[in-house]
């Protein structure tokens, strides 16, 4: 994955958020303070290197990561964002999903949109579980399905998480790993 493409994406959100103006652009960091810590997924980078993502990678990264930017700050950290008020952490997760899942739509892309909704209902599950395991699976999975499409054994690993967060966990997993390995496969 590239951290470039990543950096990239955050800085389109930042943009986005400063153009907005008001508390969100004021509690942006500097450019110079956003850093990726090692263990970052880079899930923009994964979703924009699938083929459904073709020629419009930079967009679609930037979508994921203002989404994903979302959950960090409803659980209170942030890559863009000082996050020093966990009411402003809230509305800023809010305004940060809303902003993803408008421009995914703006694009057409109706599938990903529905997976972007999909992982933000697990993601809230998975907090009141307190399931860093589950979140990430299901993060996983989403970036896969907006990159490389959906499958049968996701839907199905979804449909799982609320009757056995730790079989779906698995379940979506494997079946993000299969949609990425499918693919190379076939190319």
Sequence with gaps: MSSEQTLAALAAVSAQLSSDGGLLAAALL???RVQLGDSDPQLGALAASGPR???????????VEAVYEGFLLH???SRILNVGDADLNILAG????????AQLAALGDLDSVGE????????S???????????????EHAASAI?????????????AVAADPDAASAALTDAARALRGAAAQTS
């Design 30 to 32: 500097g450019e110079d």
């Design 53 to 63: 993502s073709s020629g419009r990678e930079q967009q679609v990264a930037a979508v």
């Design 75 to 77: 659980g209170g950290s």
């Design 94 to 101: 809010d305004r940060l999903y809303a902003l993803g899942l």
């Design 116 to 123: 972007l909704a999909d992982v933000i209902g697990i993601c």
């Design 125 to 139: 599950q998975a907090r009141a579980l307190d399931d860093a395991v589950l979140a990430a699976a299901a993060w």
């Design 147 to 159: 990159g490389w499409g959906g499958s049968p054994a996701g839907e199905e690993a979804k449909a």
